[in-house]
């Protein structure tokens, strides 16, 4: 799939209408986001069931501070709705593929019943 463009406009209806979601979260001035932006697109690419996202930080301060995101380049994957973990720095493509693929993985049940539980 090819990546989105996410803002304070979309951001939420993707992350809550979207079973898999991983974000970069990037800067124009950042170097290291600039070199990982191609490696993010190419794995978008490879992985058409999940939704890849960036999200320019200088634009959207709210959404990164809201995620916590204090540093660039920074992919977060949300399952579910759910942030299930973040990378911060530079990967190369080997090392992207063998994070979506832990995440893809990632049993999520118990934090879905922890949060069942909670609302009932």
Known sequence: MQQITMSADNFQ???E?????IIDFWAEWCEPCK?????????AGQHP???F?????????AIAQQLNVTQVPCVVAIREQ???DGQVGY????????LIKTWRTFDIASI?????????
């Open 35 to 43: 070199r990982f932006e191609m490696i993010f697109d190419q794995l």
């Open 17 to 21: 209408s979207s079973n898999f979601v």
């Open 13 to 15: 209806q993707i992350v």
């Open 53 to 61: 996202g960036k999200l320019d930080i200088d634009a959207h301060p």
């Open 91 to 98: 990967m190369d493509s080997s090392e992207f593929d063998k």
């Open 112 to 120: 879905s019943e922890h949060f069942q539980k909670k609302t009932a």
């Open 49 to 51: 069931d999940i939704v």
């Open 82 to 84: 759910v942030i299930i």
